[in-house]
């Protein structure tokens, strides 16, 4: 995937935002807060941060990766911030799935995203970086916000 490509992808994805999580319990919620677009986070924008998911996704081979339900969360992870995802799998996730963050990470996924490459089969193939353009722009509108 060119980095143009890979950029324009990055940009499409929705995030709900960076959550500072100081503790790893979810029923401490009222310490969580999403930062606003314009925030340096842990040193990086929200387009920084997009990119490195990105990275962090396509990382690891699919039969040891988070985003395959082949890996625990903890893998790849590295820094401040913490990813996470939704599936990579075309079909709906069977089960809740667990995730233990060490405290004081923040988080950062997005809400909605799409990889449209020459290796993927339709909906998600375009042979050149116009149609994978399209590609993704045609999945992407079809979203609700």
């Known amino acids: 995937m060119t980095s143009y490509v890979a950029m ?6 929705m995030l709900v ?3 500072l999580l100081p503790r790893v ?3 401490d919620c009222h310490h969580a807060r999403v930062l606003p677009p314009d925030t340096h986070a842990f040193g990086q924008t929200y387009e920084e941060w997009s ?3 990105w990275q962090w996704a396509i990382s690891m081979p699919s039969d040891h990766n988070p985003l395959a339900d082949t890996a625990d969360c903890s893998m790849g992870q590295v820094g401040p911030v913490w ?4 599936s990579f ?3 709906p996730l069977t089960g809740p799935r667990k995730c233990t963050v060490p405290p004081g990470k923040g988080l950062f996924f997005p809400i909605v ?4 490459s020459s290796m993927e089969a339709p909906p ?3 042979d050149t970086p116009a149609e994978r353009i399209a590609c993704a722009r045609g999945l992407i509108d079809g979203t609700a916000g």
């Open 8 to 13: 324009f992808l990055g940009a499409l994805v």
């Open 17 to 19: 935002g960076l959550t």
């Open 25 to 27: 319990s979810f029923s």
């Open 51 to 53: 990119a490195r998911w």
């Open 83 to 86: 990813f996470l995802g939704g």
């Open 89 to 91: 799998a075309q079909t």
């Open 113 to 116: 995203d799409v990889d449209c």
């Open 124 to 126: 998600f193939h375009g």
